[in-house]
């Protein structure tokens, strides 16, 4: 079984860049198709960005296309989420998310969850 953690949130201005990451333990990393959420509040948890086991596919939200990119290092056992562009809103808690089959882009479809990492961004 897969742990997760989060880092690299904090409080940017708008159109500014931040990257966060993912540090995966406690399983083989490379099994693992894995996901980025973001939940703001009030609002149900929204499909960021997936990836598949080895990075050769990746897939976006409507809202962050083009402007984020997900890429993750198996060496490393961590996944990475670049945020260009930021915008007001973008801000929300940002969680990633395992699966070691890959079944869509819904948080039911992820069985492993990071504890999340606050993103705030400023107008």
């Known amino acids: 079984q897969v742990q997760l953690v989060e880092s690299g949130g904090r409080l940017v201005q708008a159109g500014d860049s931040l990257r966060l990451s993912c540090a995966a333990s406690g399983g083989t990393f490379s099994n693992y198709y894995m996901g980025w959420f973001r939940q703001a509040p009030g609002k149900e948890h929204e499909f960021v960005a997936t990836?598949?086991?080895?990075?050769?596919?990746?897939y976006y939200g409507d809202s962050v296309k083009e402007r984020f990119t997900i890429s993750r290092d198996n060496a490393k056992n961590t996944l990475y989420l670049q945020m260009n562009s930021l915008k007001p809103e973008d801000t929300a808690v940002y969680f990633c998310?395992?699966?070691?089959?890959?079944?869509?882009?819904?948080?039911?479809?992820?069985?492993?969850w990071g504890q999340g990492t606050q993103v705030t961004v400023s107008s």
């Open positions: 998310a395992a699966v070691q089959s890959y079944r869509g882009i819904y948080p039911h479809q992820y069985d492993y």
């Open positions: 990836i598949n086991w080895g990075g050769t596919w990746t």
